[in-house]
């Protein structure tokens, strides 16, 4: 099946994670199951196929990033690590190309959430000599970091620029992608640990906006298996969704195979 084309000739074409908290329980075992296949499905496409395919209408991805605890514009130039990650499972399928330089895409994704469950505020009312803790809450307490596991689901659309001079020696692509995002718990890094130190109200919400910005590239002797870069962002743009100002951005690689 090819993908409905506008114009004349149109379109033709890790950071580690933990695996002991992926794959030690139920769910977890089958997650990284699938991932084996996909593994083997990818590392098949490195092999050069015994016959050329034409259109390529499919695709499917494995990743995994680390959280940057800052904001989105200065994620891609200076990000600050910590310690939470995620590993990830995306298919998607190529909807509309016109010529050989813009694409749209749709993209479902099943990411495993893993690392610490609090991120301390290191404003001074929340120091060692901080004042007006809340009934419960404490300097120790919020210091105790605990650790995160749970999940996310993500539809986005996705736009692709395909063109670049340097084609021919690297095929190279930009994304960006704008979609829905469902956690199965707050992500504790959207979490306003300092309302909770203080008892203050916050807002919090399972269901926010998606980001995604992606650079692609693929050796023009095998352009359907791909490696890339992407930032994965989660946020409330600016208190429109539930009322959330806040988010989470995630720098991370991965590889996709293109069917």
Not at 51 to 66: C, H, I, L, P, T
Not at 170 to 198: K, V
Not at 202 to 230: D, G, V
Request: glycine share 10%; hydrophobic share 40%; proline share 5%.
């Amino acid at each position: 099946m090819s993908i409905p084309k506008i114009g004349s000739d149109a379109v033709a074409s890790v950071i580690p994670v933990n695996s002991v908290s992926c794959c030690s329980h139920g769910p977890g075992r089958f997650f990284c199951l699938v991932v084996a296949g996909l593994f083997f499905l990818l590392l098949k496409g490195l092999v050069p196929p015994a016959f050329a395919v034409e259109d390529r209408d499919w695709f499917m991805s494995v990743y995994g990033g680390q959280i940057s605890d800052n904001n989105l514009s200065e994620v891609a130039y200076s990000p600050k690590f910590a310690n939470s990650n995620i590993f990830a499972l995306a298919a998607g399928r190529k909807l509309l190309a016109r010529e050989d330089a813009m694409r749209l895409e749709v993209e479902g994704q099943a990411i495993h959430h893993s690392g610490q469950g609090k991120y301390p505020c290191p404003c001074p009312a929340c120091s060692a000599e901080g004042y007006d803790w809340a009934e419960g809450q404490s300097y120790e307490k919020s210091r105790q970091l605990g650790h995160d596991d749970h999940y996310e689901f993500n539809l986005v659309l996705v736009l692709r620029w395909l063109k670049f001079p340097w084609d021919r020696y690297l095929n190279t692509d930009f994304a960006f992608g704008e979609g829905i995002s469902y956690a199965t718990r707050c992500p504790p890094i959207e979490i306003d640990q300092h309302a909770i130190n203080h008892g203050s109200a916050y807002n919090c919400s399972r269901l926010l906006n998606y980001l995604m910005f992606e650079f692609t590239f693929a050796l023009p002797s095998a352009p359907a298996t791909q490696f890339f870069y992407r930032i994965h962002h989660r946020s409330g743009d600016y208190g429109l969704i539930n009322g959330v100002s806040g988010g989470s951005n995630f720098v991370g690689a991965g590889i996709r195979y293109e069917f």
